[in-house]
């Protein structure tokens, strides 16, 4: 009989363990930092990138990235667009927030401007290690892929 109940608390211990060590958390080191993003697409005021907007994206193999540290990040659009700030991201609620600190003059191509506003107004991300999606609203955000 000792032998039963002593089976028993011995699988009790070990599923309570399962269970406490199981979450539906992101780990946010692990999706965000330790890579360079490259933007590779997404939808701008509801609409998909052109064709254009994409193949630009390609173009130049030093532009259009971000990399994100311990509360900071930097990052390239076109050439000589550079940028850099702070972001927090929540990883059971996926909100995201980037506060850009450098001022930047984007308004040389409509597409640099409209990925500055996605990153500016940011406020989730989707994804994981590999693909990074930001939101800044239902309509706009931007897809990116990492490189290690």
Do not use: H
Not at 90 to 105: C, D, H, Q, V, W
């Amino acid at each position: 009989m000792n032998f039963k109940i002593t089976i028993f608390f011995i699988l009790a211990i070990l599923s309570t363990s399962c269970l406490t060590g199981c979450s539906s958390d992101d780990d946010i080191e692990d999706i965000f930092m330790g890579k360079t993003w490259y933007m590779s697409g997404g939808k701008l005021n509801g609409a998909d990138f052109t064709k254009d907007q994409v193949s630009s994206l390609y173009v130049n193999k030093d532009s259009y990235w971000i990399v994100f540290g311990k509360g900071t990040f930097s990052g390239k659009l076109s050439a000589g667009t550079s940028f850099n700030g702070r972001w927090e991201a929540n990883g059971s609620s996926r909100a995201l927030k980037i506060e850009i600190t450098s001022s930047l003059n984007c308004e040389e191509t409509p597409l640099d401007a409209n990925i500055f506003r996605v990153l500016k107004n940011a406020n989730r991300y989707s994804g994981d290690s590999n693909i990074l999606e930001i939101f800044s609203d239902d309509n706009s955000y931007i897809n990116m892929g990492a490189a290690k």
